[in-house]
């Protein structure tokens, strides 16, 4: 499929799945060390052993900004005018662990138009671990450069 898409050629129910991107312990100290997020959920291992999880999870704003990678790299055009226009429902519903495989589906559930230029695409992104369990749901707004009008 051709990331060169204007907003009118995404279609309401459409989807796209991408491939995955495994979350290393690497990833996890670098996000603490960028954001000094330094909950020991995410740092400690004894801590994290007492922790309803059983071990040391990767923060969910690291798991969000994976996600904006897939986005980047499988969903959004990239030759056009876009931007991001926010997230509207975001809930993590399994941990992420170091060693897990992240890959989603997202689908096309709305669309308005914006202004002459711009639509807005709604995804729901489904992100699963590499077992197939469904561990983060997101609704994104897309806003993406509409097809110019013909001269």
């Known amino acids: 499929m051709s990331l060169e898409r204007y907003w009118e050629d995404y279609a309401i129910g459409e989807q796209i799945a991408t491939r995955g991107r495994t979350i290393t312990d690497a990833d996890i100290r670098m996000f603490i060390g960028a954001t000094d997020a330094t909950h020991p ?11 309803p999880f059983g071990r040391v999870t990767a923060p ?4 969000i900004g994976v996600i904006d990678g897939l986005v980047v790299r499988y969903l959004v055009p990239q030759d056009l005018k876009l931007a991001h226009y926010g997230y509207d429902k975001i809930r993590f519903l399994h941990p992420v662990f170091p060693g897990d495989t992240l890959s989603m589906t997202a689908e096309v559930t709305a669309k308005r138009e914006k202004n002459d230029g711009f639509g807005l695409v709604c ?14 749901v997101v609704e994104d707004l897309q806003m993406v450069e509409r097809r110019p009008a013909a001269a």
């Open 123 to 136: 995804f729901t992104y489904r992100v699963v671990n590499q077992d197939g369990e469904l561990c983060i």
């Open 60 to 63: 969910g704003a690291l798991s």
């Open 41 to 51: 959920a995410h740092v400690d291992a004894q801590y994290a052993a007492g922790h």
